[in-house]
């Protein structure tokens, strides 16, 4: 019984589970149907709005294109116009040209007419001229033959009489002429030039010259001459040697001298023999290493000099070399007048007269302070001073001006800027002033003597006289022998010959007196 009714279940369960597989089975195709069905549906909604969108875009691109096409054939059309007009305004213009062609083509024939007519005019003229020529020239020959008989003279020898006559008329007028535009510029620059000079000189203080050749070197007693000078005196062969100075020992008490025409060198020797007798120890190995030192600190010292001195003066970017060359003046001199006094003195000068002249006062007084360079360096050479300093400026790149200014300021080339006078005047200035130089009485008295030997040299000269220590000379003619032209002619050819034949510093004034006197007596 039990086992029928598990068979039952069993087939129960089997028959449900076909069933139910039969009705899963049509529930999945009705389904899919359904899915299928709504699938066309949708599919055939899509084609539907395609279609129509193509169609919409179409038609779109349908009027974009015609769009376009009306377009370029607008600017077609445009472009066809403008072509059109511009080849009328091109036809217009030919059409004026030929006119315009034409017209000057006519006034071309009626010129080249009334040219012919005026080329056959002036043929027939200077036919006419020539003949008239012709017989002026048979006149002016008859004329001149008439002239020849009555004055017993040729032509030339009459064109000579009278280019002789005008020569001598010319010369009077031209040296009355030179007279008075001289004595006029007189008037207006001297007293002008004298105002700027003065104000300079009274706006510089200087120094008198002390400078010479010798140095004189204290001692504490008189037993350190007898160390200075060494065993069999190889100690002073060995200071000489190394300085370059020569040592004089003699009676004088407690000094001995230095003697050496290099103040550089009797500086050395002086510092040098200082710090030996300070030091206590003197011997030949000794006096080199102290000379050697001192060299050293000589040279250090001579540049801070030149630092020092640019810097005092407002003088900017000069080349080292140049700034050492300012600094070795202080142990130069030029006839007793310390070397770098004098410069830093022509400098305050230049800036100055440059300042009263308009011109520019730091250029000028950067040509002052090296106009003497060339006095430095210790090289012999046969070149002035003036032609050196030049060189040397250029070679460091002065400018222009400031190189034309050094070597023009004792006329050795042409000056060709305004600050070359001023350079040679401030230099005259500075060397000729009360105490600057220093000079030997032979010397000087020589001078004096030579320059009226120069002035009676020349005829007519009845007396001279140089005064004003040299600086003038004053010549005084015969009236009957010597004129007024003359003696101005007098005076600039004494100028010349001293120029020329004599060395002075500063500048030589000549003046020619020329006295007529009528003297009677009444009784």
């Known amino acids: 019984m039990e086992t029928i009714t598990i068979i039952v279940a069993v087939a129960a369960i089997l028959i449900g589970l076909a069933v139910g597989y039969i009705v899963a ?90 040219l012919e007519s005026k080329v056959k005019d002036y043929d027939h003229r200077n036919e006419y001229l020539e003949k008239r020529q012709e017989e002026i020239d048979k006149i002016l020959n008859q004329k001149i033959e008439r002239l020849e008989q009555l004055s017993g003279m040729s032509e030339e020898e009459a064109k000579e009489q009278l280019m ?25 620059a001297q007293q002008e030039a004298r ?26 007693s008189d037993d350190v001459k007898g160390r200075i000078i060494g065993r069999e005196g190889r100690n002073i062969r060995a200071i000489e040697s190394a300085t370059g100075v020569e040592i004089i020992v003699d009676d004088t008490p407690e000094a001995i001298i230095l003697s050496c025409f290099d103040s550089v060198r009797r500086e050395i020797a002086r510092l040098s023999l200082h710090r030996l007798v300070t030091d206590g120890r003197i011997h030949p190995a000794r006096i080199e290493e102290v ?40 142990y130069r001199s030029s006839y007793g007048q310390n070397l770098l006094q004098h410069s830093r003195e022509v400098a305050k000068l230049c800036g100055i007269m440059a300042s009263e002249l308009g011109l520019n006062p730091k250029l000028a007084k950067r040509a002052g302070l090296l106009h003497d360079i060339g006095k430095v360096p210790d090289t012999e050479t046969e070149l002035p001073h003036a032609l050196l300093g030049m060189q040397w400026a250029e070679k460091f790149n002065e400018k ?96 010349q010959k001293i120029q020329t034949d004599m060395t002075y510093p500063g500048q030589v004034k000549v003046t020619v007196i020329r006295e007529t006197r009528a003297i009677n007596v009444a009784k």
């Open 25 to 114: 089975k049509n529930l999945e195709k009705k389904s899919s149907d359904g899915i299928l069905n709504t699938a066309k549906k949708e599919a055939d909604s899509i084609i539907k709005e395609a279609k129509k969108e193509g169609e919409s875009i179409k038609k779109d691109k349908i009027l974009q294109a015609k769009e376009k096409f009306i377009e370029l054939k607008t600017e077609h059309e445009k472009t066809i116009m403008s072509r059109d007009k511009k080849i009328a305004d091109a036809e217009k213009r030919t059409k004026d040209k030929e006119a315009q062609i034409s017209s000057e083509l006519s006034k071309n024939k009626k010129l080249n007419g009334k």
């Open 164 to 188: 002789e006559t005008l020569k001598e008329s010319a010369k009077s007028e031209a040296m009355s002429l030179v007279q008075d535009t001289v004595e006029e510029a007189k008037l207006t």
């Open 195 to 220: 105002k700027i000079i003065i104000n300079t000189i009274q706006r510089v203080g200087t120094e008198e010259a002390i400078d010479n050749c010798v140095s004189v070197f204290n001692l504490e």
């Open 291 to 330: 000379v050697k030192k001192t060299k050293k600190q000589i040279d250090e010292e001579i540049t801070d000099i030149g630092k020092r001195t640019i810097i005092d003066l407002g003088i900017h970017g000069l080349h080292p070399e140049l700034v050492r060359m300012v600094g070795r003046m202080k």
């Open 400 to 495: 222009e001006e400031v190189c034309n200014a050094i070597g023009a300021h004792h006329d050795e080339i042409e000056m060709t800027s305004l600050l070359s006078p001023i350079v040679q005047v401030c230099d005259a200035i500075s060397g000729a002033r009360p105490g600057a130089r220093r000079q030997v009485l032979d010397s000087y008295v020589k001078r004096l003597k030579d320059l009226e030997d120069i002035a009676f040299g020349f005829g007519g000269v009845k007396k001279a006289y140089a005064i004003q220590a040299g600086r003038e000379l004053r010549v005084i003619v015969e009236s009957e022998k010597v004129n007024d032209d003359k003696a101005s002619s007098l005076s600039f050819e004494i100028s």
